[in-house]
Nanobody, 124 residues
């Protein structure tokens, strides 16, 4: 699976952005998908994940209530709606796919497939 993240940009604190992750090469049906982020000088960390059927979603505590993950398997695309953005949300955001959400939610932030990052910059 090839993943292409997009939708990053510069936004003021309190604003919103929607990231997209388009898959190609094969369908993402049957794969759990997730978002991760890496701030400058820090390790990559888990942000949000959605199971293969779209029934369950998981979020890092830092984004709960502000971010929403969704998927559209017809379009082979996953989304991350980010609202009420804060300066600390500034990071390179990566999308990923794996057989389950479990490994993505581990501290090791593991996934089988990764997209390139899209930069989100939140100005305060």
């Amino acid at each position: 699976v090839q993943l292409q993240a997009s939708g990053g940009g510069l936004v003021q604190a309190g604003g919103s952005l929607r990231l997209s992750c388009a898959a190609s090469g094969r369908t993402v049906r049957g794969y759990a998908m997730g978002w991760f982020r890496q701030a400058l000088g820090k390790e990559r960390v888990f942000v949000a994940a959605i199971d293969s059927r779209g029934d369950r979603t998981y979020y890092a505590n830092s984004v709960k209530g502000r971010f929403a993950i969704s998927r559209d398997d017809v379009k082979n695309t996953m989304y991350l709606q980010m609202n009420n953005l804060k300066a600390e949300d500034t990071a390179l955001y990566y999308c990923a796919a794996d057989t389950s959400t479990y490994r993505m939610r581990l501290p090791t932030a593991f996934a089988d497939f990764w997209g390139q990052g899209t930069l989100v910059t939140v100005s305060s």
